[in-house]
């Protein structure tokens, strides 16, 4: 099995910058991935990350140690509209998520 | 990106009756179609992954009998919720994964979910 944590609920400032953590245990490893979903919707894509090193998105980026079973998904100039849910998601052959990060923005 | 639907959008049907739910790709064609249940504030459960044409793999602690899932098509798979029971209301999301040798994240595209009410 896998065991994927992420902090259940962070707030933060507008404007602000703000870093998920996520750690995970798997037998085999192919890709991890962040989605972001807002409540009573689907998970969108955000990043995904499959060599050791940070991947930038505009306002977001993800890091990834392969070595460490560890990412971070940092959110910057955070903005109302950023306020869900981030989950960390791991593939082996299919896709496992974390329970979710909620994120609250507050202005 | 990629187009995934979901029908219906939400459902609320007496205890003992069965739910269909829908899940389409609208622009491309899907290799393998995966689906998700979630309870409020936890995270997506695989519950099935189904490849067109054959017959899906269920997760453990799934039932098959209860869960019916059916790909007919690169573009279309079925779950239907047989005898549905109050502890089967939850979230159903269905992800379809894109069929491209090319592709190399071999994303996963998420339809907009199913909420199940059971009374």
């Known amino acids: 099995g896998q065991n994927i944590d992420q902090p259940t609920e962070m707030t933060a400032t507008e404007g602000a910058i703000v870093q998920i953590n996520c750690t995970y245990q798997t037998s085999g490893f192919n890709g991890l991935f962040w989605y972001q979903q807002h409540a009573g919707e689907a998970p969108t894509f955000l990043s995904y990350n499959v060599l050791d090193g940070l991947e930038e998105k505009g306002r977001f980026s993800s890091f990834l140690s392969r070595s460490k079973g560890y990412s971070y998904l940092l959110l910057k100039e955070l903005q109302m509209k950023d306020s869900a849910s981030y989950l960390c998601a791991v593939r082996e052959y299919k896709l496992s998520f974390g329970a979710g990060t909620t994120v609250t923005v507050r202005a | 990106g990629a187009v995934v639907s979901q029908h219906p959008s939400r459902v609320i049907c007496k205890s003992g009756t069965s739910v269909k739910i829908e899940c389409r790709s609208l622009?491309?064609?899907?290799?393998?179609m995966f689906w998700y249940r979630q309870f409020p504030k936890q995270s997506l459960m695989l519950m099935a992954t189904?490849?067109?044409?054959?017959?899906?793999?269920?997760e453990q602690g799934v039932e098959k009998d209860k869960f019916l899932i059916n790909h007919a098509s690169l573009t279309l798979s079925t779950l239907t919720v047989t005898s549905a029971h109050p502890e089967d209301s939850s979230f159903y999301i269905c992800?379809?994964?894109?069929?491209?040798?090319?592709?190399?994240?071999?994303?996963?595209?998420f339809g907009p979910g199913t909420r199940l009410t059971v009374l």
């Open positions: 992800s379809a994964r894109v069929r491209d040798a090319h592709d190399p994240y071999n994303e996963q595209f």
């Open positions: 189904s490849n067109e044409g054959s017959k899906a793999t269920y």
């Open positions: 622009d491309f064609q899907a290799t393998t």
